[in-house]
């Protein structure tokens, strides 16, 4: 409104008939060109400091989200119950906790642009009607009409969506994978081929990106011709048929020119937000699959000793989604303080019971017990708490031995006490390291041969000194010597706390104090 006064000071015609033009410029403070450039500049310096806040803002409520929703899925993840997190595929978590996230930060960032936008379109539309209702209701009847063109688009763009969400699933798939077998991969002269589907993995996820920019610029074409059009047109019937003067056809004008950009915008933005839906979709459900599968509520007080034997009475478990049990009408007790060799073919069930016994899993029929306490959802992780678990698949990360070995404990210790636990698990390779204590060891210890990171699992779980110990197959990589010395650690450990070794080496037998054969 301030152009109409400006150019009223350099002589123009620009006299209005509008009483409601009249009243909005009666209500400026200002009538001199010096005055409205400083009432200009005022305005301009506010929007831009509104600016200025709302982009610290919006970042800030950003980056919350994304802190709180990453935060909350760690959580749940620690929280379900195992038989399900063990069938979460790495990459996937990977990708939920990195890009998916990140998609529905975008859409809450979108969602706050999309309402700034229908605030400001509502202010100048209120405006416009005050000002012409006839041309308004022109222009509102052009947005409907532009809507409703670009609708189809609107719907591809949702399927583009979830096709791009299914390729970059595929792409981070096929990157943990590959990455994890390039040993395999090398070996057996299959780059080539393994090369050709990493690059159609690619490709596809290329192409989908592609195909969203086609058809987003799609809609910005349409969008500006029809918008270019319906102006020329709405000029035309505001001179010749509406009979609109000047002063007033040159704000609803001016408004006009800052409302198509914006309607362009909020098209763009709805674009973008429709392309992340399947992303919030995969992240609620997500979600939903970890907070359905939640272990029960346990007191943090609540405390179980195991220093009795453990005895599974006709215990049966099957696996989700098999019709045949893994272990059938289970009976039998494992004697505490004692070196108990668990045996039998692969695949038969060692490490299902491995993970009963360390409380992981519960059993579908019978019962576990350790004296008169049965295990159950209501002590499930206070049963846990006096078991160390070393599985088959090593939890190293790339990080110094020492740091490793201090992995899993609450409280420090000293340098003294991590020698001791290495020199019992026959992991005195470590002093001979360039770092010593301090070197790195790769991810999954991939520095380190599959005998060292055994053993230095062994040393990790020596420190968290728990009555229960579970090695499962934790001498399938020792050389003879090392599987002796090992054994022999084991045989003076046994005085302390009930060791469980699950092992397919019958020979061990001779070694241990009770032997149990699944077959």
Known sequence: MLVVPALQTMHLPMDTRDPELQFLLSL???????????????????????????????????????ASVRKEIFRLTLGAEWQHVSGIHRADYTRIQTEEVDAVSGLLRYSMEITTVLATLLVYTLLCLYLSTSVTLLAIGFAAFLLLVTYPLHQKIIESGTKHLAASEELYRRTSEQLHGIRVIKSNQSEEQQNDV???????????????????????????T??????????????????????????????FSRTLPLVANLQTLSQRFAFMIPSLEEVTNYIWSLETHQEAEQSIDQRIELNRPITFDEVSYRYPGSDERVLKDLSLTLDPK???????PSGIGKTTLADMIAGLILPQEGKILSGEETLNPSNQRAWRGNITYVPQVPFLIDASVRENLCLLLDYPVSDE???????????????????????????????????ERQRLLLARALLQDRPVLILDESLSNLDPETEQAFMQTLAALKTSRTIILISHKTYLAETADQVIVID
């Open 28 to 66: 400026l403070p200002v009538s001199t060109i010096s005055g409205i450039l400083v009432l200009f500049l005022g305005l301009l310096i506010s929007m831009n400091a509104i600016s200025y806040y709302n982009s610290i803002l919006e970042e800030q409520i950003e980056q919350d989200l994304i």
């Open 198 to 224: 990493f690059v159609s993995t690619v490709d596809n996820l290329g192409r989908e990106e592609k195909r969203y920019t086609q058809l987003s610029a799609l809609t910005r074409l349409l969008n500006g």
């Open 226 to 255: 029809i918008a270019a059009m319906f102006f020329c047109l709405l000029a035309w019937v505001s001179i010749n048929v509406l009979q609109t003067d000047a002063a007033t056809l040159v704000v609803i004008a001016i408004i």
């Open 338 to 344: 004692s070196l108990i060799l668990v045996s039998g």
């Open 417 to 451: 006490k991590l020698e001791t636990a290495l020199k019992s698990a026959s992991a005195s390779f470590v002093f001979h390291l360039t770092g010593g204590l301090d070197t790195r060891i790769g991810e999954d210890g991939s520095r380190l041969s599959a005998g």
